[in-house]
């Protein structure tokens, strides 16, 4: 991840928080991003991914970042 400086601009959501979270969604079947940032609340997969709180949004927009990322 270093070497590809994937967080290189990032404050909140690392590529580590955001896979453990991408991982959680998976295997808990979590239908929607919304549904996702739903999750974001519950105290332990908070202390488990290292983030407190992540919009929708900056959700939405990690996703577009790694999906192009992945397709070149």
Same mark, same amino acid.
């Given at each position: 991840?270093? +070497? ?5 601009? +990032?404050?909140? $959501? +690392?590529? #580590? /928080?955001?896979?453990?979270? $991408?991982?959680?969604?998976? $295997?808990? #079947?979590? #239908? /929607? ?19 407190? %709180?992540? !919009?929708? /949004?900056?959700? !939405? ?7 192009? $990322? %992945?397709?070149?």
């Amino acid at each position: 991840m270093k +070497t590809m400086k994937l967080d290189y601009y +990032t404050k909140k $959501l +690392t590529t #580590e /928080s955001f896979l453990k979270l $991408l991982l959680f969604a998976q $295997l808990q #079947e979590v #239908e /929607s991003l919304h549904a996702l940032g739903d999750c974001l609340f519950d105290d332990q997969l908070q202390h488990a991914i290292d983030l407190d %709180f992540i !919009s929708i /949004s900056q959700l !939405s927009r990690r996703l577009n970042g790694f999906q192009r $990322l %992945f397709l070149i």
